[in-house]
């Protein structure tokens, strides 16, 4: 019995890890962790109950971690695209609802001494 007890604190060890990683924002460390919870998963069938719930719960936090950190990773890409676009040019309306685009591009600022 010892083996699906040892396995059972490799697991909860490797979510910690996990957890770490997401929280710091680790994402290369992630595939190393992916790869020996992939080689740990066999060993799941040796646990009771209570251990594959306390895994399961640890495993679910760290999904919503991550699903967090990808959508602000999602929110920053927006962000910049905003950013890229508004520094091409910005569109302005006349009285009369008809834009206009006013480009950056081609202007430049020169320093003077």
Do not use: C, W
């Not at 009771?48 to 929110?75: D, F, P």
């Amino acid at each position: 019995m010892t083996k699906p007890i040892r396995n059972f604190e490799e697991i909860k060890n490797l979510l910690r890890l996990e957890r770490e990683a997401i929280s710091t924002a680790n994402f290369d460390y992630l595939e190393s962790i992916v790869n020996k919870k992939e080689k740990l998963i066999g060993s799941l069938g040796g646990l009771s109950s209570q251990e594959l719930a306390e895994l399961k719960t640890i495993a679910l936090t760290n999904h919503r971690l991550l699903g967090a950190a990808m959508k602000g990773v999602q929110a920053a890409q927006r962000r910049l695209g905003q950013i890229v676009e508004a520094s091409k040019g910005f569109t302005t309306y006349d009285t009369t609802g008809r834009s206009n685009r006013i480009s950056t591009r081609g202007n430049s600022i020169e320093k003077k001494a």
